[in-house]
């Protein structure tokens, strides 16, 4: 992920991911001036400083004024493993359009994970995996995906040469099978998309795709990044609950010293202050 040093250089560039797929980066529309201007309803360019821009992003992102981030969006192209892309396409807000398995005939082309990444079931989440294999047991398992790819995409083509429609001989090729994909997507619903998937919950395949999308987006919005890390990504919401806790345990004046050492400015510190302790 290296080597691209401007986002006109990024346009048309790919990243590859895992084995066999990529993230390539199609269209970018807009930058964090069209935050600006959309916040600000005006045209005007360089009428602020890049310091007021950027307090201003961060103000907009960390109030929760999502509005004017949808002005930025981004189109790319995606080769995925169609578990990932199930994953992904559950995110409802963008514009897609993938390969029609219906009118195309699929390429043989797996998601095969190394015996090194095959994770053992973990015995606490349902949800995930955790932790390697036994080297035997990892050796042998990467075997068996790999032949029944194979067994499975030989049964495809037999179908096809049988004359069975493309729609039904589709349904033989498991979900390790590679697929294609146009996603158009605003900026404010790419962040939420990459705050769940950078996340260290997130399964490793999509998260992923998600680091290499986060290394274009990086590129073209830096302020609106940076302040994405810092509230968002890096962040963590409170409940009642752990607010009286956090309380409990700290003075204001406490947080007050710690915040302003920290280099927050007196109207940040005050922010902070009503947001915690709910002083005025």
């Known amino acids: 992920m290296q080597g691209m040093e401007t986002l006109a250089d990024s346009v048309g560039t790919r990243l590859e991911v895992l084995d066999k797929g990529f993230v390539r980066l199609v269209d970018v529309m807009g930058d964090d001036a069209r935050i600006v201007q959309a916040a600000r309803v005006s045209y005007g360019e360089g009428t602020k400083t890049v310091r007021e821009d950027a307090a201003l992003i961060d103000y907009l992102l960390r109030h929760k004024h999502t509005s004017p981030f949808e002005m930025v969006e981004f ?4 080769k995925a493993p169609i578990f990932v892309i199930r994953q992904w396409f559950r995110h409802r807000t963008a514009s897609v359009n993938e390969i029609s398995a219906r009118y195309s005939v699929m390429k043989d082309e797996f998601f095969l994970p ?30 068996l995906i790999a032949q029944s790819q194979q067994q499975a995409y030989q049964e495809y083509q037999t179908l096809l040469e ?16 590679y697929s294609e994909f146009y996603w158009k997507q605003n900026l404010h619903n790419l962040l939420h998309f ?11 395949e ?3 795709y998600a680091e290499a999308i986060a290394h274009f987006v990086k590129q073209a919005v830096p302020l609106t990044w940076e302040s994405f890390e810092e509230h968002l990504l890096g962040g963590a919401s409170l409940s009642r609950t ?10 204001p004046n406490q947080v007050s010293q710690a915040l302003s050492a920290a280099g927050f400015s007196k109207s940040r510190v005050q922010e902070a202050l009503t947001k915690i302790f709910g002083q005025s």
């Open 206 to 208: 999509i998260r992923a």
């Open 162 to 177: 049988l004359g069975v429609a493309r729609e039904l001989a589709r349904e033989v090729l498991p979900v390790g099978l």
């Open 75 to 78: 189109t790319f192209h995606i």
């Open 194 to 204: 990459l705050r769940l998937r950078l996340d260290w919950h997130a399964q490793a």
């Open 242 to 251: 752990e607010l009286e806790v956090v309380r409990h345990l700290l003075e």
């Open 114 to 143: 190394s015996p090194a990444d095959l994770r053992a079931q973990s015995k606490n989440n349902k949800q995930v995996g955790e932790g390697g294999l036994p080297d035997l047991a990892a050796g042998q398992a990467h075997d």
